[in-house]
């Protein structure tokens, strides 16, 4: 059901003892049926998030919804999967009992439970270490029956908290491949992860947390839609005069001016085409802020009619490390944030 | 809500099970109730399977045989290996039940759940408390077996040595509970709990001591007032037969206390040593009456252990053996005798007297205050 929310956060905060405060107001939709994941440098306040919404953490304020009802709303959770990261599950279960158990506690019935455990365990890989006690399991294989259990409850909602922490790259690519399946079956899936280039192969939407506070949400192309650009790179230059010769192209094509604006973010010291898009020129590579390939035409005929040699053309999308970069980095100083969770210190903030 | 609570059920089952201690101790309970099972008694005295205890005066003249079975079970079974051995073995294997629920990673877990965390919190208590049932049921109905064929008494009064128990390990495994989730560790949880115990039972003690003090002192008094009674009566006639001697008239006269010390100086130290008792007596009392208070709010591990015997044994039933010389010695009132027997009873009438209500009520409101804070702590804990 496009537009429906499966989870509608306004204003959340958390502060701990000691004026730590490692949310400051975090406002976030995730729409049911999406893949939404969560990044953010360490003590971002990730989990902290995610346990409030599993009602592990009590927060300091909170407005908002999960599955049409108030966050903290405990019968709700009957319809949450959940996997918390660094989780313990009992050494003295097997795979089959800690599924079964955990159904039990989200009120699934003994029957259904019993149909599900071989099942669950099937599509996590563990049917052959379902009676084997999770003593014996490697952190991959309590990460598979993790899942396991975290789907035993047949979940509208499932919140997976580093999902791929311990696994192989085979695992990974399993979980990657039950959590495409679980988007399938129409389910709500919040991912939260350290690894972006994971996160960028499976969520649809995303969110940056960094020091308690949202700095970027949305789909991936909306976060990069003003930083993707067009690369033309131009082969048989003289390296001495190449700088010149392309602008002398684009002159020919006549200018755009910044007329006292600021170029964009990302594009300091870039002049402008008439078209009013940014570009750069460095080395024999002429770098244009588009993302439309019928922009750039013009260019290409235009180094052809001067009989120039074009070598590549790519479009370029920045990755969503690029971004967690970006939004880690501090605009005013380009030094990297200091990890973790934001402390008044002596009436200020750090 | 039922799926949830038998999932915790079994889940405490598995957890128990996984836990050597739990069946070691169900196998020492096995071995204590058979060294039971092989003690006997007779007209002779006591035997041991095969052999015959002719060192222990017991025999059944003195202590019939369906009492001594009965005896031996609240005393041994209940005083010394359920309320003690047992429960400490317990205390370890379940002192761990909250250091290991709020442990990062598993609270997470279980707190995702549609349960209520005062309802998790409870249910896990009660399954602590599974453990010292099931525990004390298996040893109460092979001692009450144990009882039938040997003492010739089918006593189903022994199952109220279950209630009892559990009720007596509540008090210790509550403070356990609460200290596990303050401290967060099974260890600090376990020696703190310990400590407390041995607080109780230094005020048990301290508390029994009193009593028996107060109530020797009160002997020794009543046998000094009678002395003195006995010596006025005797100062007064001797009086009234030297006054009538000279000639003077007996008639309304009534010697004065002065008149009977200067007659009778041996008088004076009897009313020295009585004024001394009463002193005795007002600073016992005042310490007992602050012992007793403190117990009032704090759980009672004696007296609630002691319940059962009150309910399984007449002291009636009980010939006691003669008292020899060397105990007459060792009596430690020097110039005033008190009966040791009458001493016993009279102590054991003072804790009969406070009332089922008092023992048991005054410590479950301990233990209810204590959950009460556990349940808050637990409640608005982050995890």
Known sequence: MPGELAIDLRHVAKTYKGRVHALRGVDMRIHKGEIFGLLGPNGAGKSTLVKILMTVIRPSKCEGTMLGHKVGH????????????????????TGAQVVDFYGAMCKVPRRERKAKTGKLLELVGMSEWAKKKLGGYSKGMRQRVGIAQALVNDPELVLLDEPTDGVDPVGRRDIRNILQQMKSDGRTVFLNSHLLSELEMVCDRVAI?????????????????????????????????ATERITRVIASLGLGSWDGQEPPAGWKGSSRLASGHAYRVEASTLHVQTAEPSEIQ????????????????????????????????????????????????????? | MITQTLAML???YRELNAKKLFWITMLLSGLVVAVFALVGIDKQGMTFAWFRLGFVPVNTDIVPRDVFYKAMFTNLGIGIWLTWVAAILALISTAGIFPQLITGGAIETVLSKPIGRVRLFLTKYTMGLLFVTLQVAVFTVASFIVIGIRGKTWEFGLFLAIPIVVVFFSYLFCVCALLGLVTRSTIAALLLTGLFWVTLFVLNAGDAALVQFRESTRMVMEDRQSRIDLAERNTARLLRTEREKEGESVEGYEPTREEMVARNPFLQRLYDGLDEDKDDLRALQKWSTFIYSAKTILPKTGETSA???????????????????????????????????????????????????WVLGTSLAFEAVVLLLSCAIFARRDF
Request: charged share 35%.
């Open chain 1, 74 to 93: 405990k019968p709700t959770l009957a319809r949450v999967g959940y996997l918390p990261e660094h989780h313990r599950f009992p050494d003295y279960l």
């Open chain 2, 10 to 12: 079994v889940d405490a």
């Open chain 1, 298 to 350: 013009g260019l290409i005929d235009a180094f052809r009619r001067e009989s120039l040699q074009i070598r590549a053309i790519r479009p370029f999308r920045p990755s969503l490390e690029d971004l967690f970069m970006e939004a880690v980095t501090d605009p005013t100083t380009g030094k990297t944030l200091l990890p973790g969770a934001s402390r008044d210190l002596k009436g200020g903030r750090r």
């Open chain 1, 209 to 241: 947390l960094v020091q308690g506070t949202v700095r970027a949400q949305g789909t991936i192309d909306e976060l990069t839609v003003d930083k993707r650009r067009y690369e033309i790179e131009l082969a048989g230059l003289d390296p001495k005069g």
């Open chain 2, 307 to 357: 319940l059962l015997e009150r309910n399984l044994i007449d002291p009636d039933e009980i010939t006691p053996p003669e008292n020899d010389e060397e105990a007459a010695d060792m009596n430690p009132t020097d110039d005033v005798n008190v009966d040791r027997d009458e001493l016993g009873k009279r102590v054991q009438e003072v804790f009969r007297e406070r009332s089922v209500a």
